[in-house]
């Protein structure tokens, strides 16, 4: 039987600034999701490099993936991906535990309005108060570039909105740069960069110099 190659992400090009707000969109099986994993570290690119802070990445070993894994990126998943048995706040400080420069687990919490929640295990938060453990875990590392892989995908309208308004705040209020991938073309007009993807390529990139904020955008 002959091999067949088949290409996640071709020939995709485009930078992004620090401290900006980026949406990658684009249909299920556009190559989105994989141009995020390569971003943090996850999967590796087979051609080309991948930049960030001056450094390429695509030439790190796996010690040193490991190491931008850990101190550089902060992911945070479509289903959460809590530990059960441990409360909100230990969520949190666990993932700290390795870091070079964390974040005070409990503010950060407090950040995403969960100050009163921090001894609550995962079963006994909302979706959206889980998304929000998730995104304080993913922030408190105090990370280069916060990789969002459709964040609100399980999660119903209004509390969508919430975790939108918060990752908006970080970047807008915090400069935190964040990357969010999702198949809803309605959340563009939010960021500062759109990169639209089809078929494993970037078709197109806008700028949007003047980013409208999350609570006037309807879908």
């Known amino acids: 039987m002959g091999e067949v190659e088949i290409r996640a ?6 930078s992004i600034k620090k401290g900006e707000f980026v949406v ?9 999701t ?3 994993n390569i971003l943090g570290g996850m999967d590796t690119a087979t051609g080309g490099t991948l930049t960030v802070d001056g450094k390429d990445i695509t030439a790190y070993d796996s010690r040193q993936l490991t190491g931008y894994r850990r101190d550089d990126i902060g992911f945070v998943f479509q289903f959460y991906n ?4 441990l409360t909100a706040l230990e969520n949190v400080e666990l993932a700290l535990q390795i870091c070079k420069d964390p974040l005070d687990a409990k503010k950060v919490l407090e950040d995403v309005g969960l100050g009163d929640r921090l001894d609550n295990f995962p079963a006994q938060l909302s979706g959206g108060e889980q998304q929000r ?9 105090n ?3 916060l990789l969002c892989d459709e964040p609100t995908g399980a999660l119903d ?3 969508g909105k919430q975790v939108l308004q918060i990752l908006q705040d970080m970047c807008r209020k915090k400069g935190a740069t964040v990357v969010i991938v999702t198949h809803n073309g309605a959340i563009a007009p939010i960021a500062d960069r759109v990169i639209h993807m089809h078929d494993a390529t970037v078709k197109k990139i806008e700028i949007d110099k003047h980013p409208r904020n999350i609570s006037e955008i309807e879908w």
């Open 9 to 14: 992400a071709d020939n995709i090009n485009f």
């Open 24 to 32: 990658i969109v684009g249909p299920s099986g556009a190559g989105k």
């Open 34 to 36: 994989t141009v995020l």
């Open 82 to 85: 809590l530990i059960p048995n």
């Open 133 to 141: 453990v998730a995104i304080a875990r993913a922030i408190a590392k």
């Open 143 to 145: 990370p280069k570039i």
């Open 157 to 159: 309208y209004q509390t």
